[in-house]
């Protein structure tokens, strides 16, 4: 029964806070936040582009490319110099295959062995 009571208390003590708040705002001349409206915040003006803006930005972007297809393609250039020297690599021994073929082994086995853990 005792939280009852102070539930009731409570109640009423809030009851007169928010008419002592109200009272308050009328002689201050607020009104309550709930019941203002929002302050309209107006959108930017939209900037729009001259002919003349819109013709030296056209001119600057054909100029552009212009350089850029002007530029030398490096396929181009590449060809121009000739074929490419083919790499011509020495025969490997048989030795240096042999020594190849084991360590390739070698590590195979391990790769294997540390998967399987």
């Known amino acids: ?14 009851e007169r806070v928010i008419q002592a708040i109200t009272a308050l ?4 001349g607020v009104v309550a936040p709930s019941a203002s409206p929002k302050p ?5 003006p939209k900037r729009h582009l001259s002919a003349a803006g819109r ?7 054909r100029k ?3 350089t850029v297809k002007a530029a030398p ?3 181009a250039t590449a ?6 020297k083919k790499l011509i690599r020495k025969p ?3 030795a240096a295959r042999k020594r190849l073929s084991v360590l390739m082994k070698k590590r195979s086995r391990k790769n294997a062995a540390a998967t399987k853990v």
């Open 55 to 61: 013709r030296r930005i056209a001119e600057a972007a």
């Open 79 to 84: 060809l121009a110099k000739g074929p490419a």
């Open 92 to 94: 490997m021994s048989l």
């Open 73 to 75: 393609k490096p396929m």
């Open 64 to 66: 552009r490319w212009a």
């Open 25 to 28: 705002e009328t002689l201050a």
């Open 1 to 14: 029964m005792e939280t009852t009571r102070i539930l009731a208390d409570l109640r009423a003590e809030r």
């Open 40 to 44: 309209a915040i107006a959108p930017a």
